[in-house]
């Protein structure tokens, strides 16, 4: 077992992706560990450790744009985080035995559940706090009023708004410390300062209970019970629309369960692996 993950380098259309990958040698599989919007590996620094002791390697993933990885920050579509996501599978394939399983959070979710319709080498999904559309709960008519202004001058100047303005990081994490180390990360500034691309992509283009009626593998999804920023009925739409087996846990968190209480995530994603014939 490496005693620390170690950082590597993955080659995705032309970019160099950052992540962290920890390994156990066995033939359990390893977890694609997906970033929420703007944020990057840091997000799971703790839960890639408690996996470890448990027998389980990981992957923590920099999209594009996000961390330390290449390409403009905050410019993206869910096609490219695709792809970024297909390649982490690739290099994971190349030097590990077992199943893949991919593990998000928020956007993660997103791009966790929209990879694995894409791709037949995932075998299971963790979809946490996946939204089922984001203009639900964040789109207020102001703001959809000023969205559509904002994709008119797009087409003759490139913007970039900053998802801030429409939620602040308390909203997603009690925590206060972890809540100064988020906002004190240039990194994260940068990549959630989005470009009318990226938002058409969260707003216009994301449907969570097409994607998940589309997938036919394994999903469990996570549901923080505190969570300040989406309301659960979001979650409700998702169970409803996908196919067994598919299983939900609640966990007494706010948005960010692989941040505040990242055991109580390792718990529930372990417990379930067995479940579906993915472990021990």
């Given amino acids: 077992m490496d005693d620390v993950p170690r950082e590597v380098t993955i080659a995705s259309e032309g970019l160099r992706l950052f992540g962290r990958w920890s390994e156990v040698a066995n033939t359990a599989g390893a977890l694609v560990l997906l970033p929420g919007l703007g944020f990057h590996t840091f997000e799971y620094e703790r839960l890639q450790t408690l996996l470890a002791e448990r027998g389980r390697s990981s992957l923590a993933l920099d999209y594009r744009g996000h961390g330390r990885s290449g390409g403009p920050p905050g410019d993206w579509t869910l096609e490219l985080l695709v792809a970024d996501v297909r390649a982490a599978v690739d290099w994971i394939l190349a030097r590990h035995v077992g199943p893949v399983i991919l593990l998000g959070n928020s956007l993660g979710a997103m791009a966790a559940v929209a990879t694995a319709n894409a791709d037949a080498r995932v075998a299971a999904v963790v979809a946490s706090n996946c939204p089922a559309h984001v203009g639900d709960f964040l789109m207020t008519p102001l703001r959809r009023a000023l969205f559509a202004i904002a994709k008119l001058i797009s087409l003759v100047l490139p913007l970039r708004i900053s998802v801030n303005h429409f939620y602040a990081y308390s909203d997603l994490i009690e925590d206060r410390a972890l809540v100064d180390r988020i906002a004190q990360d240039d990194a994260i500034r940068k990549a959630r ?8 992509a969260l707003i216009d283009e994301w449907d969570g209970v097409r994607e998940v009626a589309r997938l036919a593998k394994p999903l469990l999804l996570v549901q923080g ?11 409700d739409l998702l169970l409803d629309a996908a196919h067994e087996p598919k299983y939900r846990v609640r966990l007494a968190t706010g948005h960010l369960p692989n941040l505040e209480r990242p055991d109580l995530l390792a718990d529930a994603v372990l417990s379930w692996l067995p479940k579906i014939g993915l472990g021990p």
């Fill in 193 to 200: 300062r989005l470009s009318v691309a990226a938002y058409r």
């Fill in 225 to 235: 019970s505190r969570d300040r920023l989406q309301p659960p009925e979001q979650t």
